[in-house]
């Protein structure tokens, strides 16, 4: 059945029914009636699940998963324009994620505004900007295109087992009319694992970004050339932030001419 193949795809990517509900403009419940197979997919939810799922729309319809990848040592995979987005560029360092993330909350998750909507576009400014700049990684995580902003697909994963290991305390919170998700770090961050270069970064863009609410930073986000350029559910490309028009950009292009 679709309902039990769109579940399935979605714990292969570690995402939860709020995060693909968030993707596909929808609420949680409704989502979880697909998943339940009580609710028909409209075209376009297919279609950005088709893509989310990295499968073509005709595999996608009959519940038909992507061939396993095998590279031999005689033999270079060839990846796709559309794969090599999916899984970002540059690579992922799930270490510095997690050390960033302490950082950042030993710095500002104190503050009334920094919910977990908040921490997402902290981490999507540090990375983006950091790239633009230097065309190098920071953190170097996957963020996908949703209704609100974008969205880090590996935080949810890290998160929960950092407070599986009491790294991280989790709590709900009041923030006027909203109920906020709030994390508190339960330990030193590692900062010998950063340079000095990538410490005064993320502490130009907490400087810049860390007084702004959930919708301050919705708003925000959604001018970025990079996230304006990605179709919903989809990675947004990192090498788009060359792209950015004045407002956005970070980088001294006038002193590389």
Known sequence: MLSNFIKQQRK???LTQEQISEILNISRPTYNQIEQ????LTLSEAD??????NISFEDFKNCKDKKP?????NKKHKQSKKSEIRISVPQKNLI?????LLY??????AKPNIGEAVIYKILYFIDFDYFEKFEEQIIGATYIKNHFGPTPIEFKKIADKMIEEKELLKLSEKYFKFTQ????????PDLSLFSAREMNHINDVLSRLSDKNA???EIYSHEDIPWKTTEDGKAIPYESVFYRDEHYSVRNYEDEL
Do not use: H
């Not at 950005?48 to 799922?53: D, G, P, R, Y």
């Not at 510095?96 to 960033?100: C, I, P």
């Open 181 to 188: 998700k709030k994390y508190l770090p339960l330990r030193n």
């Open 48 to 53: 950005k699940l088709a893509s989310l799922f």
């Open 69 to 73: 990848e095998i590279n031999t040592p």
């Open 104 to 109: 950042i909350l030993s710095k500002v998750g």
């Open 96 to 100: 510095k994620f997690k050390e960033a």
């Open 215 to 217: 919708k301050e930073m």
């Open 37 to 40: 197979g009580q609710r028909d």
């Open 12 to 14: 292969k990517l570690n």
